[in-house]
T-cell receptor, first 111, second 115 residues
């Protein structure tokens, strides 16, 4: 079991551009959550997907959107990138009452 | 929404000593409290968790205590070792499904275990 896998591992984008990050959940997991972790801070909840629908959302603007596919994998899209969007983006998967497993993250740098 | 405060932000101990990290939460509806360890450049990994129907849980050198009345929970690491050096995050969840729900994290504690 490869656990939670995220791609790409690193990404550099220019302000105003759009980015798509990808996540494959741990085998058997059906729920995917996305978190943003700024340097030196704790992860901040962006949103969660279950049964291909956004189930919960944190305090992030509409520039942040997502999708979950029938195979439970997920994408995070960020439009009109700002310098402040530079962070580590973490994906976590879970199943019902089980713990959340995190992926290694995607380090996004906006220049 | 939920707010989690974590102290201290940095903690330095001698190998073999104990380390204690404390967190408080604001939402009385929170009922799941995990602790994650994050080494530099690596993913957060769950080290222990506790649900609101339990006051204390222990796993070898690690223990967590929960005081629901005070909305306070703590991580205790005994007989610290150099490999315990990392950033530790506490978190709280508002849902009954534990890890399957939104986690609100504290700001982290950088633990350094010195030889």
């Amino acid at each position: 079991d490869a656990g939670v896998t995220q791609s790409p591992t690193h990404l550099i984008k220019t302000r105003g551009q759009q980015v798509t990050l990808r996540c494959s959940p741990k085998s058997g997991h059906d729920t995917v959550s996305w978190y943003q972790q700024a340097l030196g801070q704790g992860p901040q909840f962006i949103f969660q997907y279950y049964e291909e629908e956004e189930r919960q959302r944190g305090n992030f603007p509409d520039r942040f959107s997502g999708h979950q596919f029938p195979n439970y994998s997920s994408e995070l899209n960020v439009n009109a990138l700002l310098l402040g969007d530079s962070a580590l983006y973490l994906c976590a998967s879970s199943y019902k009452n089980t713990e959340a497993f995190f992926g290694q993250g995607t380090r996004l740098t906006v220049v | 929404g939920e707010n989690v405060e974590q102290h201290p932000s940095t903690l330095s101990v001698q190998e073999g000593d104990s380390a204690v990290i404390k967190c408080t939460y604001s939402d009385s509806a929170s009922n799941y409290f995990p602790w994650y360890k994050q080494e530099l450049g690596k993913r957060p990994q769950l080290i222990i968790d506790i649900r609101s129907n339990v006051g204390e849980k222990k796993d070898q050198r690690i223990a967590v205590t929960l005081n629901k009345t005070a909305k306070h929970f703590s991580l205790h690491i005994t007989e610290t070792q150099p490999e315990d050096s990392a950033v530790y995050f506490c978190a709280a969840s508002e849902g009954v499904t534990g890890g399957g729900n939104k986690l609100t994290f504290g700001t982290g504690t950088q633990l350094k275990v010195e030889l």
